[in-house]
């Protein structure tokens, strides 16, 4: 029971890999609330979880937004301790090019919009809420397309290195006024998550596909939902509290290199 005790509230929770972080932490003893822009959504997953858990509606662009779910969860639970900014869109849902050279600006500032200003939003309310009460740990969620070019997805690439960034301004933002917050991000790379499933199909071809889809990650595979939320609980948790302003990649090995697999013999 890693966290137990804590109130933690999970951005773009309704499914993916949102929703294992939040049922990660209520199993590990926090009382969760778990958001999303799709309400009936969250009010699933947070269903499924049980009395340990909580829905909200939280588009997490609009500061009015924010500000309800401050309020309700204070109404609640008094405190909030642990914020995990989740919430992201590639930008390639709909269809829109998102490559360098054709991007629309109205395509990149949705882009932008949620996984950046979120992330912002967020952030502000965090510290306005833990800081009055002594401290908690924010976790951004980034991704390996914010350390690397990514020229087919422009815009989706811009917005995660401007989380890492920022989740380093606000760690030495809060470091420097001694409130007590954590800020730290995690860096997932191709995390088996619906939102890949209408390229893999279901078909005789799927697992050529997803074979495919791996093939220059080193450890030739896609990451589990789990496997981040198991570094979701290290860094909510007590045990990281000397961690702050720190990334943790989880990518089956792309940001060390390429790999250099020798052939087996026949």
Not at 47 to 54: M, R
Not at 58 to 79: F, K, M, Q, S, T
Not at 103 to 108: E, G, K, Q
Request: aromatic share 4%; proline share 4%.
């Amino acid at each position: 029971m890693r966290l137990q005790g804590k109130i933690a509230l999970v951005t773009g929770a309704g499914r993916g890999i949102g929703a294992a972080i939040a049922q990660a932490f209520a199993a590990e003893g926090a009382h969760v609330w778990v958001s999303d822009i799709d309400a009936a959504a969250a009010e699933a997953v947070a269903g499924a979880i049980g009395p340990a858990a909580s829905a909200l509606a939280l588009d997490v662009r609009e500061p009015d937004d924010w500000r309800d779910a401050e309020r309700a969860i204070l109404a609640r639970d008094g405190r909030l301790d642990v914020l995990v900014n989740n919430a992201g869109i590639t930008g390639l849902e709909d269809g829109a090019a998102q490559d360098v050279a054709t991007v629309a600006l109205t395509d990149w500032r949705a882009v932008l919009a949620t996984n950046l200003e979120g992330v912002v939003l967020g952030c502000q309310m965090a510290i306005r809420v833990m800081g009055a009460r002594g401290g908690g740990s924010i976790v951004n969620i980034a991704s390996r397309s914010g350390h690397v070019g990514i020229p087919a997805a422009a815009a989706y690439a811009a917005s995660k290195a401007a989380v890492l960034n920022h989740t380093r301004s606000v760690a030495l933002h809060c470091a420097e006024r001694d409130l007590g917050i954590r800020c730290n991000s995690i860096s997932p790379a191709a995390i088996l998550t619906p939102i890949w499933e209408p390229m893999l199909g279901d078909g005789p071809e799927r697992a050529a596909r997803m074979a495919d889809f791996v093939a220059d990650t080193p450890l030739r595979r896609f990451g589990e939902p789990a496997e981040v939320a198991a570094l979701a609980v290290l860094l909510a948790s007590d045990e990281a509290r000397y961690m702050t302003g720190s990334d943790l990649a989880l990518d089956g090995g792309l940001l060390a290199g390429t790999a250099a697999r020798p052939e087996v013999e026949q």
